[in-house]
């Protein structure tokens, strides 16, 4: 079966197209034992090698959505605490996540092994839409929601500005939150900043995927 380099090696390793492309201008992917040329076909009987290391043939591509519990680590080294590796079964060690949950936070995280798939939704220029629904120690001050979805917070790594909704009618104390960013814990920081702790975290959608019903701790394909 004929395939683009670029696509079996971003398939045989995770990484985007774009970086498998780079990867190949960088004279660090050989074919047959030959530097590779951009936009070539290979074969499934060819030896396709990226730095130095032969590559074998790329899995089919799959993607899982998992309701994270808190509590949960979002890599392959929890250093002590779960992960979320510990939810799935052996032959889904190879996806990788995308994007990350803090181990206090918890709800919709999406893992692959398509690199393409993890750049269109991680990519700054994408600006995909994230949702979280959250609860707060305090009743949020009238003053402070109109200062995050107006006006935003500035942050040490720059200005933060979060679509504010209410979740329950007459409390000030859940929210659901919109975003378009994904900076480390940056809706928790932008309250912080404020004085307030958020004390449940939990995310719904992540660019055109919903958690929807799916259970604590359980997975789906999709």
Known sequence: MSMRLNRFIASSTGISRRAADAAIDEGRVGVNGK?????????????????????????????????????YVV?????????????????LDHLKPVGRLDKDSSGLI?????????????????????VYDIRLNQALAPLHRQMISEFGIQ????????????????????????MSEGRNRQIRRTF??????????HRIQFGPYQLGDLPSGKYKQL
């Open 155 to 178: 942050l040490d790594d720059g200005h933060s500005r979060l679509g504010l909704e209410r979740l329950v009618d007459d409390s000030d104390f859940e929210w659901r939150v919109t």
């Open 75 to 91: 890599s392959r080294d929890g250093q002590g605490s779960q992960t979320v590796y510990d939810l799935l079964p052996v032959d």
């Open 35 to 71: 530097s590779a040329i951009m936009g070539m076909q290979v074969q499934d009987t060819d030896i396709v090698t990226f730095d130095g290391r032969a590559l074998t043939a790329p899995k089919p591509l799959q993607t899982i959505a998992l309701n994270k519990p808190a509590g």
């Open 110 to 130: 999406l893992l692959t092994n398509d690199g393409h798939l993890a750049d269109e939704l991680t990519h700054p220029r994408n600006q995909k839409t994230k």
């Open 192 to 201: 912080a900043a404020l004085g307030y702790r958020v004390p449940r975290l």
